[in-house]
């Protein structure tokens, strides 16, 4: 299990690649794109990721299909911050983060127990990450990307950190 103190950590290292990739290449740009550069930041940080892996969903122990997470982390020690357990990433490029965006990393994490591989089963905690494509590039002092850090256990679905 993560130390919350680390996961924030990693939550604001991830806050930082992504506004360096906002900010080189700017509002508008569709969510695919953004990720390909979030995933070039993390290859320059020596950042260890997975990029859209696929996980099944489950009922009644029956498989309905996959999911694709946008990127996963698994646990590593990086010179910043440390992980015990992986953790998810799903990406949006939308005006805010939504209702919609919460729903989805709250059934990956729901979800993840129930694969088979032990590395997924572990996994309690998930990032969203949304590079906001409503702002204009005149638009000083507003933040070009937001973050939300989640837990999920007992069923609950816990906020731990935002910007």
Same mark, same amino acid.
């Given at each position: 299990?993560?130390?919350?103190?680390?996961?924030?950590?990693?939550?604001?290292?991830?806050?930082?690649?992504?506004?360096?990739?906002?900010?080189?290449?700017?509002?508008?740009?569709?969510?695919?794109?953004?990720?390909?550069?979030?995933?070039?930041?993390?290859?320059?940080?020596?950042?260890?990721?997975? $990029?859209?892996?696929?996980? #099944?969903?489950?009922?009644? !122990? %029956?498989?309905?299909? &996959?999911?694709?997470?946008?990127? /996963?982390? =698994?646990?590593?020690?990086?010179?910043?911050?440390?992980?015990?357990?992986?953790?998810?990433?799903?990406?949006?490029?939308?005006?805010?983060?939504?209702?919609?965006?919460?729903?989805?990393?709250?059934?990956?994490?729901?979800?993840?127990? $129930?694969?088979?591989?032990? #590395?997924?089963?572990?996994? !309690? %905690?998930?990032?969203? &990450?949304?590079?906001?494509?409503? /702002?204009? =590039?005149?638009?000083?002092?507003?933040?070009?990307?937001?973050?939300?850090?989640?837990?999920?256990?007992?069923?609950?679905?816990?906020?731990?950190?935002?910007?």
């Amino acid at each position: 299990m993560n130390n919350t103190k680390e996961l924030i950590k990693c939550t604001n290292h991830i806050l930082a690649l992504a506004e360096e990739v906002y900010r080189e290449l700017g509002s508008g740009f569709k969510e695919d794109t953004l990720q390909q550069g979030l995933a070039i930041a993390f290859r320059g940080a020596k950042v260890n990721y997975l $990029r859209e892996t696929h996980i #099944e969903i489950f009922y009644k !122990k %029956e498989s309905l299909g &996959l999911l694709r997470l946008d990127f /996963l982390l =698994p646990a590593q020690k990086h010179k910043k911050w440390e992980l015990k357990s992986p953790i998810v990433i799903e990406t949006k490029s939308t005006s805010k983060i939504n209702n919609d965006a919460h729903l989805q990393l709250k059934n990956y994490l729901l979800s993840l127990p $129930r694969n088979d591989s032990k #590395e997924l089963k572990d996994i !309690k %905690e998930g990032i969203l &990450l949304n590079w906001r494509n409503n /702002l204009e =590039p005149t638009d000083k002092g507003e933040a070009g990307t937001e973050i939300e850090l989640f837990s999920f256990k007992n069923r609950r679905f816990k906020l731990l950190h935002s910007n």
